[in-house]
Every structure is written in C-alpha cells, then in structure tokens.
C-alpha cells in the first residue's frame, strides 16, 4: 500500500499578487485577470466568476511513500518531493517564472503575516512547484494539468523540471460538492529497478482515486489534522476536503512519470482557499504513487559531493562557504568573516525554510544542541538521539538519514541525551554516540561505511561530543565523570575505524601525575576527568588541546585525597601520538563539581607587544583561564590563594585565581530562607556533614563559546545561581554503582538569571555583559558584520550587536533554540541556519526544526510562546500550593485543573513510566529516587497519581516544564512508576 497523507500547506498572498501580473503579462489563460487590490486571502477568491490567472510558488510534501508490505508509518520512508513544472503554456521559462516568484514587491497585511509561508514552518519544503491556471468561468475550467515527475530512478533534479508544449492534450476540472473524508491508502505497483525490460517499465492508464484533505492559510492545524499548539485559537481555519481522480503513465526505469488530473472536487466548491494548492498537491500525490518506487535516495547521491581529506590549512581557515567543522575551525572559534548581513539590515533576516527532522530528538530525555555542519550546499545535522540528516540548503530537502536507534538499556548518559554535532571529511560524516559507538557514514547515502564499540556504554561512558576531523584521524573524548569513568581520549584512522592511539586523562600506576592519586586503592580507575566537547588543533605545533571533567566521585573527596590530575585541567597532547606535552589544573582536588566543559578557544593576540599564542577556557567557575597555548603558562596571572579548609573532604590548600573579572558573582549576597551563609557562600566553600550553599552553581557549561578574532573578544554564555550539598562519605565504596557520587545534592529554590557576557582576552576585563529573566543555556557565534547570533530558551534566535549587546533582531521558532547556529555563504548569499530542538536540562521545548534564514527570506518570526515547553495546557485556576510539588500531596483530580493531562483510557504502565523515568529523570532523582546528582526533590510516599502529572506537567521551582514533551499516556505511565518508586 502506499499510504500518503496530505501536509498543511500554504502561500503568500503577496507572491500571488506578483505572479498574476507574471501570469496576466504572459497571456496565461483566456481571463487572466488583475491583481486583487488588497493582499490576503481574499485576492485569492474568485469574484463574479472569474478567477485570477496565478502561477503559485508553493511547497509540496508527501510522507511515506511506501514499498509493498511496508504500511506502518514508522517503517515507510519520508520522501520529498521532485522539482515539478505545470504551465498552460509555454510563454514563460520555469527558471525565469521562479525568478519572479523569488522577487515580491508587495506588502503583506500585517494581520496575515504570520499564515504567509506556514507550509515551510511546519514541514520542509520541497522545490518549487509552480503551476498557471486560467479559469474560464465559475462553473468549469480547461486548463492543461501535465506534471514531469522525476527522481524516482536516479534522474536530477534538473531534468524533472519542464514546460509542456502547446501542443500537448489538456485535461479538464471540474469542482463540486463532495463529502469530507479522511485520507486513504492506495495500492500502487512496483517492480525491481532496472533499465529497459518490461518489468521495469511502468505504463498506466487508469483513473486512480486519491482524497486529500488540505488545511491552507493557517498554522493552526500540523500534519496529522490536529491543531498546532502554538496557535491562538481566532487563528485556526476550517480544513478543506479535495477529491482528485487522474491518470497517469511513464517508463519508471527512465525516471519520467506523466499524469493528467482529470477532477478536482471539492465540498466547499471553487470558493475554498484551497484551490491552487489542491491543484499541486494532486499532481504531485499522483505522480507519487504512479511512480510506485521511494524517490529520492536514488537520486540524491548525485546531489552530494563528498568533501575531500581536508587538509590542516583547509580545516584552520575562517569558514565562508560552508561551515566544514564543529568550532567552525580547529581553533573552535566560532567566528565567520562573512558581513552581507550586518547591524543595519539584520532586522530584514527571515526564515528560508524549516525542515521537520521526522521526528527526531522530540524525546523527553533529548538534548538537541548541535552545531550544523555544512558543505557544498548540504547541510549536515545530529538530534539528541544521535540521529543524523543532510539537507538540501535551496530547498530544507532531507537528502538521506540515519538512525542511531540507542537502547535505552544500554546507553547510560548521566545528563540527558545530548547531540553535539557531526564532523566530515574523506567523503565520510562521523558521529560519536551515545553509546559509546564511533560511527562513519557515506556522505552521500547516510549508509554505514564502517562502526566500532569504542567504550562499554553500560560502564558509564558515552560520546557526548562531535568528533574531530584531522590529519586522516578521527579524535573523540569520553563523556561520564559521574557515572565511575576513567577519562580518555582517543585516535582512530578515519577510513577504517582502527584505534592509533589512547591518552588517559587519569594516569596510571608509572605515569606522570598519578601521584596525585591515592597510592592505596584503586580509586583511581574510576576517577572521571571525561572529555565533553570537541578539541581543537594547532597544526602548527601539532598539538591537541581539551578541557575535563570532575575527578570521581564527584562532590565526595574523602576517599580520594591529592590534586587528582588531570581534572578540571587544561591539556596539550601531540596530535599524531597522544603523547603528553602540558597541563594546567584549573581546580585542585574538586568537590563542587567545577569540571571543564566550555570547549577551548585558540587566538593569536598581543602581549607586552608582541604576538602569542594563546588558549582560553571559560569554567564553571566563572573565570576564563588564558594561557599560552605553548608552555601552557599563563598569559595573564593566576594567583594560588588559601581558601577554606575541611578536613573531612581532603580539600586542596590553595585554589588558582585568575587576575581579571569574574563573569558571574562569587559569593552570596543574601542567604535563601532556611539557610545560613558560611564563608558569605564564596566559591570554594567546603562542605561536610551539613548542608553548605555556594556560588557560582555551573557558572559557564557546556554551550559553546565565540571569539572575535578583529577584537580580541570572547563570548560567554553563563549563568547565576546557587545551589549545595552535605556528604563527603569517607566509607563511599570505590567501585561505582549507579552514579558515583557520595554527597547529595541540596538545590536552592532561589531565581536564576543568564548571563550574556564579553570578555577582552588581552587584558580579561569584562567589555559589557547583561542578565536575562532566563537562564542562559546556548552556545554563539560571531561575524564581522558587527553581529553575535545566540539562542533563547523561550525559543528565539537574536541577534546583538558585538559592539554593545544591544539586541537587534530576533525570531520566534517552535522549540528552544539551544545550539549554536552556522553561518555560511552560498551562491553569494549568505545564510544562518540553527536547530530549535530544546534541550532536557534546560527545560526548553522540544522539536524537531532545523530552521534556514537570510535577508531574501519570506517566512515571518511565529508567534511568542511558540515554543512554551509546558504546552498549551489549561490555565491554573489558582496558584501552585505548597503541596502541589514532587514532595508534596494533591487532590484526587486536580491534575486536570493544574494543568495536567487528561487520563487516556488504557490502565497506566510502570514498566514503559521506568524507561522514561531512567532516561529522562534519574540524574536529577537518582535511581532510588533519594536524589541524584544534580539535585533532584527525593520522591516521599504521600505522592498521588494527580500531583505528579501536575508538577511534570508545569514544572516547580527549578525543575523544568515536561508539558510539550510527554503524551498524556507517557505522563499515566511515569507517575504510576514514580508511585512505585516513592513507596519502596
């Protein structure tokens, strides 16, 4: 069966206004009228019958596109649609009809604004599509409905665009009422690919049935019918049913498909809004299902070049035309040289396009923070389940995907699912999973080239980080300090997977630094140092260099006395051999959790007159360390001071100070109630058997850090709170168990704030910074057209002037916008392109938007609140009580007054509410649910099925908002196993 349904779809009022006078000017049908005279839907209607003469740029999608016996939506595969021509005549080129659709001169009504483009903001868009339409009167039209499918057997898609000539056969249209129906599946032919026997040649010619239903001009409705949630009710429009019978014939092993749409019905008649877009969608759905074979992938292989065995000086340039790297280049900056979009015309950036990622990375548990990768007009994405898409810059296209399909069971990341990005080169895309797999993929098909276990996922590691391309080897870290790790690095050859080389981040017996370690125990081996972010390389020195992690277990020194090298340190190895060549420790015995996660930064810059080269890292604690990327001295000075003292954690003496400004505060001004402040709450506060709060809690974590090579200039995103434990068990087993650890966690019900901040890494004073209402959780990136481009929680891109912060424009998505954006140039233009996929930590919205904006963009910013990660929910009818938290007890039934989900109708499932409660909550509620690392309010028995889904729901105090990510079934299941937990 092959089993299409419908996308909402839509278009510009002002691009049909342009293309009537197009249409009016080429003779285009007998009545080619004159433009409506005010935009909107109304100059779509037909008035005293007759009907403007329109050639429409619209976007085309069908999903599952199936094989025979593939009927299940999860199992069929998505395909875009081939570049597509339909033209009454043949007056006017496609490439110089596509030229005017590109160019609109009119405004748009401000109150239709946001419905302009809707298509591309719900689903990717495909090539355009255009079709000319000449309407005789109101009761029958003659017009030629010829399509050129092509793509189904390897045809480009150049070739499937083209005009039919004048003298081909017309078909007729006629509309009339029919009654609504949903739409249905159609059985379809297909046969093994092949060149010219008969059994590869498709030649039909009977009437094939397709309904379709079409939801046109609003964003109120996503694909599945339903109304999108970002969508204030007085916005959402009816649907429109169509019904279209056609025929059509080709030769399947050509890649030609040719179909004629010989009805077109519809139960609201020619007056629906929907009559052009319905047009398009029934010769493309037609054509699909005619060509009876998955389109795309044949085809797309020739699409994609596949990048070369980058060279070290390809890899070390400022990116232009693409963006080849995770930092951009190997010194991670995050900076491009382009400026066509600058301080003055960056208000005119829109969106180009929005591609659905099928799905992908809307878990729960999905940390969506990767970086796009983008080469020779594809775009290369990963999601939070480590999926991985290339997509057609010109048209949001998704060219091929792979999926990494993690067991849960396996994979034991201990901070939410994270995708931090991809790398290429050789003609392969790389990923790092979460399961510790290093994977190579053919840039051109997705396909599996080769795939090695790197690390056993179930002892704790994971790659949470893309990997670096460099010199022939692929170089990744390990990510799982909390979870009992021994920290490491390590080399593989790119074209086959073979290891080269390892480097521990805790050394062993013989090595320099492990006596810093315990000399009698085993401690040692579990002792974190993980690596979570990409490196970056000096080629010129041939060194790597990284940041790590926390030393194990984390928050507990007693049982592992010493500086504990090489975490929390900054680290240079030689590139072809792993071999140690510095470090700097930036935290000495750590019990704050303090680990390294920014990724490094390299710049030349002037010292006391002359050049150096320098590496800077912004911590947790709230500095930036600048060293000399040589010697690994510093270039500004760190000050060894005392700090307080506590026997019981084994604490350091000394901690390093860095001379300059710290980029959040240090100590506590006033304490939170119900607690008292020791040591005014200053970083490197110890703690013990009473609970002890401190500043900064994470002050800079892992989104990435940009650098402005013209300033000198270094932005952070940080954020300002508190938070503190008790522990230090000195009697904490060595081997580690769940998560290694050996304190608890006391989280503060105090506000946190971000903290946007610039510093000059010449002197490291700060240049400006600002606070925002949110915490600040995404990584930048820089121009030199005068801009820092930075995500939102809330789901906005902005874009601030560098100079002052001011912010300049910004742009509404559908899902919290937590990566980096890349910024590249193609064809002469210059693009920005981001993934608002959310993040679980940051409690942001999940989606699946991998957006594409520039200055010629169409698409307007979506309504604020579009990405609310607690859905659109039922407002409270009072204020959150007390006891209306995870700890706390409610009404039977006030879940649905609070804003929690209605009860489904099936009995609730404990063992599918475990799977989520282990991938998506046991960092912050631990195994047991006492409480896990990051602090997590311990589960009592006087739970009630209610107040759980309420707090999920809505979120408290610091834990985030679940309300957009769990189903009303996923909300059933977890509470009812949270009830196990807590009564255990």
Known sequence: MCELRMKPLSFSSRTARSISRTAAAGSCGANAARPAKRPGWRSMIPARKSFASAAMRTAVSASNIC????????????????????????????????????????????????????????????????????????????????????????????????????????????????????????????????????????????????????????????????????????????????????????????????????????????????????????????????????????????????????????????????????????????????????????????????????????????????????????????????????????????????????????????CSWVGRGLAIGDGKVFAGQLDAKLVALDQRTGKVVWSIQAEDPKAGYAIASAPLYYDGLLITGFAGSDLGTRGRVKAYD????????????????????????????????????????????????????????????????????????????????????????WHFQQVHHDIWDYDSANPVILFDAPYDGRMRKGIAQAGKTGWVY???????????????????????????????????????????DIPPEGFELVNQGRIFTPFADEPVIWKPLAAVNWPPSSYDPETNHMFICATDAMWGAAGGDPDYPIEPGALYSGSVVHRIAAPRRGIFAVVDLKTNRLVWRQQWVDTCYSGSVVTAGGLVFVGRNDGRLTALDKSNGRKLWEFQTDGGVNAPASVFEHKGKQYVTVLAGGTALAGSKRSDGLWLFSLDGRIESLPRGSADPAGQQPPRESPPTERDTVAGAQKPGAAAAAGGAATPARAPDPARGKEIYTTTCIVCHGETGKGGT??????????????????????????????????????????????????K
Request: charged share 20%; proline share 9%.
């Open 494 to 581: 790119a074209k086959t997977g073979r290891l080269r080389w390892t480097f521990y981040t805790v050394p062993g017996p013989g090595e320099f630094g492990h006596e810093t370690w315990p000399q009698d125990s085993d401690v040692w081996k579990y002792g974190g140092a993980a690596v979570w972010q990409t490196p970056a390389v000096d080629p010129e020195l041939g060194l790597i260099y990284f940041s790590t992690a926390n030393p194990g277990p984390v928050l507990n020194g007693a049982v592992r006395p010493g500086d504990n090298l090489f975490s929390v340190s900054i680290v240079a190895i030689e590139a072809k051999t792993g071999k140690y060549r």
């Open 934 to 983: 990051h602090g997590g309010a311990p589960l009592t028995p006087s739970l009630t099925h209610d107040s759980v889904i309420a707090v999920v729901t809505r979120g408290r105090n610091d834990m985030p908002a679940f309300g957009s990510a769990f189903s009303p079934e996923d909300l059933q299941d977890l509470a009812a196993y949270v009830l196990e937990l807590a009564r």
């Open 67 to 414: 094989t025979p016996g593939e009927v299940s939506e999860r199992t069929c595969m998505s395909t875009p649609l081939a570049s597509m021509s339909a033209r009454r005549s043949s007056v006017m080129s496609s490439s110089a009809l596509r030229s005017r659709m590109r160019s609109p001169r009119e405004p748009v009504n401000e109150r239709h604004r946001a419905r302009s483009g809707l298509f591309q903001v719900l689903r990717p868009s495909a090539p355009i599509a255009s079709i000319c339409a000449g309407v005789a009167n109101a009761s029958s039209v003659a017009m030629r409905r010829q399509a050129t499918f092509a793509g189904a057997t390897g045809a480009s898609p150049a070739s499937a665009t083209r005009v039919p000539s004048a003298s081909e056969p017309a078909a007729s249209a006629s509309f009339r009422n029919v009654r609504r129906s949903p739409p249905i599946a159609l059985p379809f032919t297909n046969g093994p690919r092949g060149t010219d026997s008969a059994q590869n040649s498709l030649a039909v010619s009977t009437t094939r049935l397709l309904r379709l239903r079409l939801f046109c001009g609003s964003p109120g409705y996503d694909a599945k019918h339903a109304p999108h949630p970002h969508t204030p009710p007085h916005e959402r429009f009816p649907a429109e049913p169509w019904t279209a019978r056609g025929s059509a014939s080709g030769d399947r092993s050509r890649g030609r498909i040719q179909l004629t749409v010989t009805t077109l019905e519809s139960r609201r008649g020619f007056m629906g809004r929907c009559m052009p877009a319905a047009r398009i969608a029934a010769t493309a759905l037609l054509a699909l299902c005619a060509a009876g074979h998955p389109a795309g992938y044949a085809s797309d292989r020739g699409r994609i070049r596949p990048a070369p065995a980058f060279t070290a000086a390809e890899l070390g340039a400022l990116p232009r035309d693409g963006w080849i790297t995770n930092g951009g280049n190997l010194y991670n900056q995050r900076y491009s040289p382009l400026a066509q979009i600058d301080r003055e015309n960056v208000k005119d950036l829109k969106a180009v396009w929005r591609t659905s990622l099928r799905g992908s990375g809307m878990s729960p548990r999905s940390g969506n923070q990767a970086q796009p990768i983008v080469y020779d007009g594809v775009i290369y994405i990963m999601t939070g389940e480590n999926d991985a898409f290339a997509v057609d810059v010109e048209t949001g296209e998704i060219l091929w995907e792979y999926r990494a399909n993690i067991d849960p069971e396996v994979a034991r990341p201990c």
């Open 626 to 668: 600048i060293l000399d990327r040589v010697t690994g001295e510093p270039l500004i000075g760190i000050e060894e001071r005392p700090v307080p003292q506590e026997p019981r954690q084994a604490t350091a003496p000394t901690q390093p100070f860095p001379i300059g400004d710290a980029i959040v505060p240090q100590e506590i």
